[in-house]
């Protein structure tokens, strides 16, 4: 039974390929040249390659694309590539505006997989420092549109290609949900704008896109009332009818039924006051409900709310 159970922490080198983007004869030829990546030797002659090379091997080949040669990046830790990367000592020297932008993609694609490196080891303490200092570099708009998003999003591709688990995946997601939830409630202190009341509709057990809402709206000037996840359409309305607030979001993921969504949506929409905003947004979300703005991303929310109630400046 133990060897079965090791046996789910490794890949063919086939597999192996397939997560990262190297090709299985640059494995082959890499291994025998620099010894990375290492392998283990089944009985059978067969090599098999742990799981937790998956985020290194894609960030070598973020490094090579930047310019790198694989005799500098091949044998080095994930730590070291994100300090080389943040180097840049490119072999080719790169001035323009689209070499920067592709060289900081590149950076936080790599910043990305060393998140993921610690997903694999379940390292909480790791992963939520990562997140306090990038939102401390970035802000909170900039933390959710280029590290939340990215993060999940990988974890969520790594979940469908079988080099992460649901137990990785429940571990990224509760630890994002904790950070994301206390620093929504810090922004939100005596805020004095737009009241805005976020939630989810029934049925929908996913909570970080709310999370990502309360988030960006709190990163306004907008005060945030935040319902949690399903939610009766009773309790919705009712809360509204309470609080009054100008915007009520609803955050809907992809695995919600659309035809249920829409039913819900014209229910809600419905019974309340016309003078009440709503949006909608994620990836289950219908995009052409009347009354009903559908904004696709955080940064779109976030200019949304930004010039909601502004006051109109009169013509001279």
Known sequence: MTNVIKMKDYLSIGELASMTGVGVHTLRVWEKRYGAPHSQRLPSGHRRYPKDEVPRLRAIASALESGYRASKVVTATLEELQALMGLKPFVEPKSDDTAAEQDELSSKEMLIESWVKEVHGYQDDALLGG???????HGALNFILDFAVPLMGRIGKGWETGELGVSHEHFASECLVSFLSEKWRQLNIRKNGPTVLITTLPGEQYSLGILMCA????????????????????????????????????????????????????????????????????????????GISYIPSFDKYYDFLSNFNQPVKAKV
């Open 131 to 137: 997140f306090h200092e990038q939102w401390g570099h």
């Open 215 to 290: 988030v960006a709206t709190s990163a306004t000037n907008s005060k945030v009332i935040y319902l949690g996840a399903n939610n009766p359409i009773e309790d919705i309305i009712a809360a509204a009818e309470i609080y009054k607030p100008e915007i009520i979001t609803l955050s809907i993921s992809h695995e919600f039924d659309p035809t249920t969504a829409e039913n819900l949506l014209f229910k809600i929409r419905s019974e309340l006051d016309s003078k009440t905003s709503m949006v909608t947004g994620g990836k289950g979300s219908p995009s052409n409900i009347p």
